[in-house]
């Protein structure tokens, strides 16, 4: 059926409107590889060297600027460097960082490939083989590369979901270097290696995600007593990964990711 033109000028404009405010947030689940193919910015596959000869694959997008861009760390959830991963990779590009997003599953897979080997439960059983120390080596090569680009400034952070949320705080008690970590439903380090975190720590957690949760407050504590900056946010009815599933907890989980995505902006803005 043909619509008067004014018709179609009101829906082209609503479109406009819809896109400026969701392309301002990473892409959910289920936009992401959309999200990557329409991206301007430039993202490629990279290997960088970590000490003792280990390589790792990585994303790298580069963000449209003309002075040196600080450097954000994405570490992924147990699901490996998938194509939501690295949309959010392109999102922090997208606000002014060099971003870079390691395959934590680099020479782990069958045949010795990384996340694009196996489906997303082969990743999982892969991600729980990993050794600790092989990941925190793995990410101070990350930082190394990415700091070393000649567009880049010195400031980096790192910045983890579920799994890599974890061992972004976890990665804070080992660098006195970094600049900032930023923490989305990742279980808190052991209350002992909190005293060697030096950076400023900024936690975003489901309210509907008690696993997790649980351990915030022995952190708090802690990091409290220690006279060491750890920011908090629950958000009300979210769940757990409610970045990745925007759609889900009936509208909890898209109304965490609006509030949660400046937050985390504006503290690297200020940080780094």
Known sequence: MNRPIWVVS??????????????DL??????????LNDSPRHG????????????????????????????????????????????????????????????FLSGKAPGGGGTRAVDPDGARDLIRTLDQEEIFDRLRGAVRFATSLPSAAEQYAVVGYCWGGANSFAYATRDPNLDAAVVFYGTSPATEALRNIQAPVLGLYGGADNRVNATIPEAEAEMKRLGKRYEIEIFEGAGHAF??????????????????????ISFLRNEL
Not at 243 to 264: C, E, F, I, Y
């Open 26 to 35: 990473p892409a959910g689940e289920s936009n992401s590889r959309q999200r």
């Open 243 to 264: 970045l990745r599933g925007q759609d889900g907890q009936n509208g909890a989980n898209m109304a965490a990711t609006r509030k949660s995505w400046p937050r985390v």
């Open 10 to 23: 009101i829906l082209m404009l609503c479109a406009a409107v819809s896109w400026a405010q969701t392309s």
């Open 44 to 103: 490629e596959w990279v290997t960088y060297p970590v000490e003792g000869g280990d390589r790792v694959e990585a994303w790298l997008v580069y963000p449209q600027r003309d002075d040196p861009a600080p450097v954000v760390v994405v570490i992924h959830e147990n699901r490996g460097l998938n194509d939501w991963a690295r949309a959010v990779t392109d999102q922090f590009a997208a606000e002014g960082f060099i971003a870079i997003a390691p395959d």
